[in-house]
């Protein structure tokens, strides 16, 4: 199993790269900054674990047979990105660059300084 970490929680994903969903963060959040953090975080489960394939997470999602609000969010999520990747041809491609450099600029906040 692989493990994925967004924010404070944990999300396991077998070899093929699934992952049961992602929630909310913090607690004391407003609704829309919590919003906000799920779907970024959603944003790097999909490139990073689904390789930006939206149908493959919801073919997972599918798998699970559940009614949990979160993966319903998850779903409507991946709906809107299919709609956005038919509409905008450079969306998918764009979306690896702002995750890719995401992940660098928090690879560089990590890292000590000398």
């Not at 953090?37 to 489960?45: K, Q, S, T």
């Not at 979306?95 to 660098?104: A, E, I, K, Q």
Request: glycine content about 4%.
């Amino acid at each position: 199993m692989k493990k994925q970490s967004f924010g404070r929680h944990q999300h396991t994903a077998d070899d093929a790269g699934e992952t049961s969903g992602v929630a909310a963060a913090d607690e004391g959040a407003s609704s829309y900054e919590a919003s906000t953090v799920a779907d970024f975080a959603r944003l790097n489960v999909l490139v990073n674990l689904f390789d930006g394939d939206p149908d493959r997470w919801l073919l997972y999602l599918d798998e699970l047979c559940m009614t949990t609000e979160e993966l319903f969010s998850d779903a409507r999520f991946l709906y809107r990105v299919k709609i956005l990747m038919r509409s905008r041809p450079h969306f998918l491609s764009r979306l690896r660059n702002l995750v890719r450099d995401t992940h660098s600029l928090l690879e560089d906040i990590q890292e000590p300084t000398n």
